[in-house]
């Protein structure tokens, strides 16, 4: 999904359900952020030029690799479980149901991040919940529930760019140390 141009790389994901009951934290998952251009209208004119309007960006979340790595983490799961069960429509709501995913770039005072509120848009079951024993991996697919206005604009320099390998994962050295470019 989505235009190679469109899209965020992220580490680190926090996922609340609307009434923040359950805040649940996957520190070791990774995923990106897909903006897809919405124009109000394309078209061609009389002399065959494009015309559009962009109307915002509508906005896919793709988490891959939510790991259960840790002897704890199987609480993150119980509540996961109970996030998406949240989200299912009773026919007395008022109100739309919907996930807050918060993509955590940064830990710290000086934390970057991008929030949307988000409706679950991948097929999940409370047994593929149940069946992710310790050392499994989870995938899941979110969509806003609005569209937005712009892309955020987080890019910040870095002092060392690192090396990685055609994986994507990166290189170290034999003390474990992240190997650059200036190496």
Not at 89 to 117: M, P
Not at 138 to 156: C, F, G, H, T
């Amino acid at each position: 999904m989505g235009n190679a141009k469109n899209w965020l790389n992220f580490g680190s994901v926090r996922i609340q359900d609307k009434d923040e009951e359950y805040d649940i934290e996957f520190t070791e998952a990774s995923g990106r952020i897909y903006y897809k251009p919405h124009y109000a209208y394309k078209r061609y004119s009389d002399n065959g030029t494009l015309k559009y309007r962009l109307d915002g960006f509508e906005i896919y979340i793709e988490m891959d690799e939510m790991y259960n790595i840790d002897s704890n983490d199987y609480t993150k799961y119980q509540n996961l479980a109970r996030v998406l069960n949240s989200l299912v429509y009773v026919s007395t709501d008022t109100e739309d149901r919907y996930a807050t995913i918060t993509a955590r770039y940064n830990d710290g005072a000086d934390e970057k991040n991008v929030k949307y509120d988000c409706i679950l848009t991948s097929d999940v079951s409370p047994q593929d919940i149940a069946r992710i024993n310790t050392g499994q991996v989870m995938a899941l697919s979110w969509q806003a529930n609005k569209r937005y206005n712009n892309i955020p604009d987080i890019v910040e320099g870095i002092s060392d760019n690192y090396l990685v390998d055609e994986n994507g994962d990166f290189l170290v050295d034999e003390n474990g140390d992240y190997l650059t470019d200036t190496e």
